[in-house]
């Protein structure tokens, strides 16, 4: 086996002996090329091997003396550290050190080497200003003051477990991290405070506002080490919206590795499992560290709806997916459809429903339910907080409701297109919302038309269910149209739908026309002004003639849905005539 040289010792100008390091790995004992001094101990540290000399190493290590001291051979000449931190690179530096050179501390090796000196017990016992009492004070100087140098000399100490845990590395750094984090942001919101002041601040001069970049750099640690460091910022008051914008940026830089690009890859097979664990795993982690719940959460609904998608795929506990719908629910007003088009898991299954519905029916319950928390809220609100009513139009309460019910008719619609999807869980999901959700049914009738489109075949039992939950008397013109002709539909519908439409129009034509066409605009547009020159442009006479020529329109169009109704009242005799047989 050749030999491979570490460095060699050469005498200075002032006498005194240097280390020379060679460029060369080590994979052999080291020969040193002096003439009068001789190598008499080998260090040996996995496949790597120093040759050295005791006095050097002797005279800082209190490891290596003891050792030496206890050795029953007086002449041992091999001794095997393999346990040290660091590794060979680590002993090199320290060996170096030992020297009496002067070496280099950095960001990249102050943890590996503050490892090394407690391993090799280099303290000031031996030597003043020894390699420990050096990196305490490199460490203490340059590494704590500062968050983006203590986040990279923590990721440093992920492969030097156990010594970084028993010096108390980990945890000084962590709470470095934590505690300058809360300085920045209380630094930052006094700039804002004296933004806030303009006679206080100086002109022309703008305050720094607060950045996530040490957050952002959070991203290379390790998920052990990452947890540690945002429970204790969250432990010392960091915001929620900074804790929100950490996660998203750890999570999508973690989860972005693990996505199978590879349409190669076999769905079961050992390499799909381990990055599924991989993804549960950090999943799960994430939604363990996630704000407290709350509708005014500062949690972005795209990055919950990510995690809960995540979470089904790669079969995350219930809690966690729980937790997630849950916290879904509670800012569901804020959501689009992408957010809950949640594709479902079906593993095994080639005959399974595109979406996940049960997830998303839970997710709209939690929401619904939230109608009663606030009747209990309002309950014990003094009576004359009570004066703005919650149900109203405009309230912020049933914006977000009928906010909710468009997005679940779209949602319906969307879902109708799968042929595998049950009949019972489309009407579970059409049948949630209360009547009051909804102002006009349009929606939710161009989803069934869809479904029943898709689903020729589903029993008339449940095709009857299903168009019951359709409220005739809130649909268009045009719905009502479309569905007096809609051969889709049972004929109790088409004759409810006539029948709504003969009312609406018969109470148009005695008289209740004015207040049927302009009444329900103006209630529908307050915002429009019936006074200024615009309301005068159309004189009385003008006005009486369009008023006689719809009465002539509707006359016509009665005329024509009586004779459709007579004709769908025969089709529903014989119909019954043949079920009596």
Same mark, same amino acid.
């Given at each position: ?283 799960? $982690?994430?939604?363990? *560290? %996630? !704000?407290?719940?709350? =509708?005014?959460? #500062? ?128 009407? $579970?999901?059409?049948? *949630? %919302? !209360?009547?009051?959700? =909804?102002?006009? #049914? ?140």
């Amino acid at each position: 086996m050749g030999v491979v040289t570490v460095g060699e010792l050469k005498t200075s100008i002032s006498g005194k002996r240097s280390f020379r390091p060679s460029s060369t790995i080590r994979h052999a004992a080291t020969e040193w090329p002096i003439s009068d001094v001789s190598s008499d101990v080998t260090i040996e540290i996995g496949a790597s091997s120093f040759a050295l000399h005791k006095f050097p190493l002797v005279s800082r290590s209190g490891r290596i003396r003891r050792l030496l001291i206890e050795a029953k051979d007086a002449t041992i000449s091999r001794m095997n550290l393999s346990l040290i931190p660091g590794g060979p690179e680590a002993f090199e530096l320290a060996a170096k050190f030992c020297y009496g050179i002067n070496i280099e501390i950095t960001l990249s090796n102050v943890a590996m080497l503050r490892c090394a000196a407690h391993f090799l017990e280099m303290t000031e016992e031996f030597v003043q200003k020894n390699l420990e009492a050096r990196t305490e004070a490199y460490l203490k100087d340059t590494v704590l003051p500062n968050i983006s140098n203590s986040i990279s000399v923590l990721h440093r100490c992920e492969c030097l477990s156990p010594v970084s845990e028993e010096i108390n590395l980990v945890n000084r750094l962590i709470n470095a991290i934590a505690n300058n984090a809360c300085k920045e942001q209380l630094a930052s919101g006094l700039l804002k405070l004296d933004h806030n002041f303009p006679m206080k601040t100086m002109p022309n001069i703008e305050p720094e506002t607060p950045s996530d970049w040490w957050g952002k750099s959070l991203s290379v640690l390790n998920l052990e080490f990452f947890e540690r460091v945002l429970t204790a910022v969250k432990s010392k008051g960091l915001k929620q919206d900074m804790i929100s914008k950490i996660l998203i940026n750890y999570t999508h830089n973690s989860l972005q590795g693990l996505v199978i690009r590879d349409p190669h890859i076999v769905r079961g097979s050992l390499l799909d499992m381990e990055l599924q664990k991989k993804q549960r795993v950090i999943v799960e $982690a994430m939604v363990s *560290l %996630l !704000p407290t719940q709350s =509708r005014r959460s #500062s949690v972005p609904m795209a990055f919950l709806s990510s995690l809960l998608k995540t979470a089904i795929a790669s079969s995350a506990s219930t809690s966690c997916r729980s937790d997630l719908e849950r916290r879904i629910g509670l800012q569901l007003d804020q959501a689009i459809l992408e957010d809950i088009l949640i594709p479902a898991n079906s593993y095994g299954n080639n005959h399974g429903t595109m979406y996940d519905t049960e997830s998303i029916l839970r997710i709209f319950s939690i929401f619904l339910n939230l109608d009663e928390d606030d009747d209990e809220d309002n309950r014990m609100r003094d009576e004359s907080e009570m004066a703005y009513d919650f149900d109203s139009p405009g309230s912020p309460k049933q914006s977000s409701i009928l906010k909710v019910s468009k997005l679940l008719d779209t949602f319906l619609a969307e879902i109708a297109l799968d042929t595998n999807l049950l009949p019972s869980k489309f009407i $579970a999901l059409a049948e *949630l %919302l !209360p009547d009051h959700a =909804r102002i006009i #049914s349009d929606g939710l009738y161009r989803a069934v038309d869809i479904f029943l489109k898709v689903h020729p075949n589903i029993k008339d039992s449940e095709r009857y269910r299903l168009c019951k939950t359709i409220d005739c008397q809130k649909l268009s013109q045009e719905a009502c149209s479309h569905a007096a002709q809609n051969e889709r539909l049972p004929v109790q519908m088409a004759v409810q739908v006539l029948y709504f439409e003969q009312i609406r129009l018969r109470n148009a034509m005695n008289g209740g026309h004015n207040q049927f066409f302009f009444g329900t605009i103006n209630s529908q547009f307050p915002q429009r002004s019936s006074s200024g020159a615009g309301s005068g442009a159309i004189s009385p006479r003008d006005n009486y003639a369009s008023v006689r020529r719809e009465n002539r329109e509707l006359k016509l169009e009665v005329a024509r849905m009586r004779m459709r109704l007579t004709d769908l009242e025969k089709d529903h005799v014989s119909m019954k005539q043949e079920l009596d047989q």
